[in-house]
T-cell receptor, first 113, second 115 residues
Framework: AQKITQTQPGMFVQEKEAVTLDCTYD???????LFWYKQPSSGEMIFLIY??????QNATEGRYSLNFQKARKSANLVISASQLGDSAMYFC??????????FGTGTRLQVFP | GAGVSQSPRYKVAKRGQDVALRCDPI?????LFWYQQALGQGPEFLTY????????KSGLPSDRFFAERPEGSVSTLKIQRTQQEDSAVYLC?????????????FGPGTRLTVL
């Protein structure tokens, strides 16, 4: 079974609008962490935001917020006020007790003027 | 430069050649990870070090892949007798305990092309 599922291969959003990128996960470990990374065409994986399984509040980092719904096992990334520079691949990842990250297949976001 | 660095950025090898990929983690980071990213896919775990100890090598695809971190800082991923299926981007990440999250910070990757 897929541990991390990103069902949107591609998304389009107009500049200054908000966009939600979906991520669902599967684990039986009660302690886990969820991460979102951005990968522009240059190839580097850029850390965006982290949510711990025991965190009571949704994580926020500037224009990024994580809509964490534990019972549904979803951790969607919300980008507010999209900018042209947000165009990139976005990966959701989970860390269980083993410390390694398990990644989804990614969503390509394209922001248009 | 406070980030993770990797060298070379690009490597072209003929099938059967050995290659060595280097990773310099963020100073003071105890944990170091190697991932392999095939074209159009998410990264996949290869191996993990805590200081100089290799704690998990379950993701190494074959015994042609070998990683080391002898002094607990710089790490080298070596691939012997390269095959075309080894063509991928090899990403290195390191993590410490900033903010208590063990967030992994990635380097720019080494793009390996095996002809």
């Amino acid at each position: 079974a897929q541990k991390i599922t990103q069902t949107q291969p591609g998304m389009f959003v107009q500049e200054k609008e908000a966009v939600t990128l979906d991520c669902t996960y599967d684990t039986s470990d009660p302690s886990y962490g969820l991460f979102w990374y951005k990968q522009p065409s240059s190839g580097e994986m850029i850390f965006l935001i982290y949510q711990g399984s025991y965190d009571q509040q949704n994580a926020t980092e500037g224009r990024y917020s994580l809509n964490f719904q534990k019972a549904r096992k979803s951790a969607n990334l919300v980008i507010s006020a999209s900018q042209l520079g947000d165009s990139a691949m976005y990966f959701c990842a989970m860390r269980e007790w083993t410390d390694k990250l398990i990644f989804g297949t990614g969503t390509r976001l394209q922001v248009f003027p | 430069g406070a980030g993770v660095s990797q060298s070379p950025r690009y490597k072209v090898a003929k099938r059967g050649q050995d290659v060595a990929l280097r990773c310099d983690p963020i100073s003071g980071h105890v944990s170091l990870f190697w991932y392999q990213q095939a074209l159009g896919q998410g990264p996949e775990f290869l191996t993990y070090f805590q200081n100089e100890a290799q704690l998990d090598k379950s993701g190494l695809p074959s015994d042609r892949f070998f990683a080391e971190r002898p002094e607990g800082s710089v790490s080298t991923l070596k691939i012997q007798r390269t095959q075309q299926e080894d063509s991928a981007v090899y990403l290195c990440a390191s993590s410490g305990l900033e903010k208590g999250t063990d967030t992994q910070y990635f380097g720019p990757g080494t793009r390996l092309t095996v002809l």
